[in-house]
């Protein structure tokens, strides 16, 4: 289900980094041996004949990080980014993988488009690289794609993201069908007849700036509708980078009830904010928007308490025209491949928010879970998917440095601290500086 360019796979041995995998209660000052693509020793003093040196002293040496959420703009509109240069750009940000969304143009709602970016994927990716097809035909939210002829191609998972699947039957129809694929349905809740027109966080701020509101009301309605759905069918599902403090409460409440719910944050709902919008940033626009201080808070207590498994960049670039415009015209969407780790490090991991080890296990085992991908895990006989960091490199986010073909982050400028140094995805070496 995930797919990499032919590539020989290496050997490496990573000398004296901290190993932390928090799966497989690791933590310690180890030597890590790769052989053929797999871990083949963890000690002291490794064999490195034969071995590619990666002196790890002082850096920090965990599982590879597993991207659920980006969009690749392929095929449609290559001018913002490609399967090449999105995958380059995850391996700078430390993933061994990444999970494609299908609304591109065409949506990937057949067999032969979801093929084509397959075979795409098999001469182009530089880390493996999953795709999501659509759940409705076109994501008009009237008919059901051909699901199991979609599976059986190699989809990963259905999503329907950036529009809500609206009509409550047809969801439920998603979600039946969907058990019988196997594959995880993955939600983008909203509530449009709520939502409307709304360019930012519905409160004291969207008021004082003049834009039009989108309540939180609009996503935790329909969250607390597709969890009642999948309770009653008894099936899973996945939500989608959720925002709001009623989301998190109705995810925490069916989980204790038994439902087969995950959810994913962003790194940017985690970090900010609806206070930023006070900058009238473009980069700052996205939906669902940043909420406000409480939202934030319960976010981040329900990524520490598990209510929340994963984190998810939905890295959606867009064109510098298009971002180059007043805030109410902009498009919604930011970049985060390249900085996810680093915003999460400098705004919860070091002032103590958030543990360093929770945060790589919902980087890295959580994601994958969610989809039912294998972990990346660090342990004798599994294939390397490694990340080597330095959490004591402090550097300024510069448009120059990116990979992805679109800039449109809303870290520029600002400095932070937790650099990758080096990634191993599916046993090669994809990125190191």
Same mark, same amino acid.
């Given at each position: 289900? !995930? ?11 990573? &000398? ?21 693509? /797999?871990?083949?020793? =963890? ?41 090449? $240069?999105?995958? %380059? ?26 093929? #084509? ?69 993955? !939600?983008?809740?909203?509530?449009? +007849? ?14 004082? =700036?003049?834009? +039009?509101?989108?309540? $939180? ?29 009623? $989301?998190?409460? %109705? ?32 980069? =700052? ?5 940043? &909420? ?51 915003? !999460?490090?400098?705004? !919860? /991991? ?53 990979? #992805?073909? #679109?800039?449109?982050?809303?870290? =520029? ?18 990125? #190191?500086?």
């Amino acid at each position: 289900m !995930l797919f990499v360019k032919d590539a020989s796979k290496e050997n490496i041995v990573v &000398r004296g980094a901290r190993v932390i995998d928090p799966g497989e209660g690791v933590d310690a000052v180890l030597d890590v041996r790769v052989d053929d693509g /797999v871990i083949a020793a =963890l000690g002291q003093n490794l064999d490195t004949n034969s071995h590619h040196v990666l002196g790890g002293e002082g850096l920090v040496l965990t599982p590879a990080f597993v991207d659920p959420h980006v969009h690749l703009r392929t095929p449609g509109r290559e001018d913002e980014e490609t399967i090449a $240069s999105g995958t %380059a750009a995850a391996a700078a940000g430390g993933y061994c993988a990444i999970l494609a969304m299908p609304n591109t143009d065409p949506v990937v709602d057949s067999a032969t488009t979801l093929g #084509s970016l397959i075979e795409a994927a098999r001469t182009e990716a530089e880390v493996p690289v999953g795709f999501l097809a659509a759940i409705t035909k076109g994501q008009a939210g009237a008919e059901l794609t051909e699901m199991g002829e979609l599976a059986a191609a190699g989809a990963v998972g259905f999503s329907d993201d950036g529009v809500p699947v609206a009509a409550p039957g047809l969801m439920r129809r998603a979600l039946q069908y969907g058990a019988v694929t196997g594959r995880r349905i993955a !939600l983008h809740c909203e509530e449009r +007849t709520l939502s409307r027109d709304g360019q930012m966080h519905e409160g004291e701020v969207s008021a004082e =700036l003049g834009f +039009t509101g989108y309540p $939180s009301v609009a996503e935790s309605l329909m969250v607390e509708r597709d969890l009642a759905l999948a309770a009653y069918e008894r099936q899973p599902l996945h939500l989608l980078h959720l925002s709001a403090w009623e $989301s998190v409460q %109705a995810l925490r409440r069916a989980r204790e009830e038994g439902v087969q719910a995950t959810a994913e944050v962003t790194p940017h709902h985690l970090c900010l904010t609806d206070e930023a919008i006070r900058s009238l940033d473009p980069n =700052l626009k996205m939906n669902p928007p940043l &909420r406000s201080a409480s939202d934030r808070t319960a976010l981040i207590e329900g990524l520490k308490d598990g209510t929340i498994t994963a984190v998810a960049t939905d890295h959606a670039p867009h064109a510098r025209h298009e971002k180059e415009v007043p805030f109410e015209a902009a498009p919604f969407g930011v970049t985060g491949l390249e900085t996810a780790f680093a915003a !999460l490090y400098t705004h !919860l /991991v070091e002032p103590g928010l958030i543990p360093l080890e929770v945060v790589l296990e919902r980087m890295s085992a959580g994601p994958a879970r969610a989809y039912g991908l294998d972990e990346p895990r660090i342990a004798v006989g599994s294939a390397a998917n490694l990340v080597l960091l330095d959490l004591n490199a402090s550097y300024r986010i510069a448009e120059e440095s990116f990979r #992805s073909r #679109s800039v449109n982050s809303w870290l =520029l400028g600002e400095t932070v601290k937790g650099k990758v140094r080096a990634t191993i995805s599916a046993g090669r070496l994809a990125y #190191s500086t």
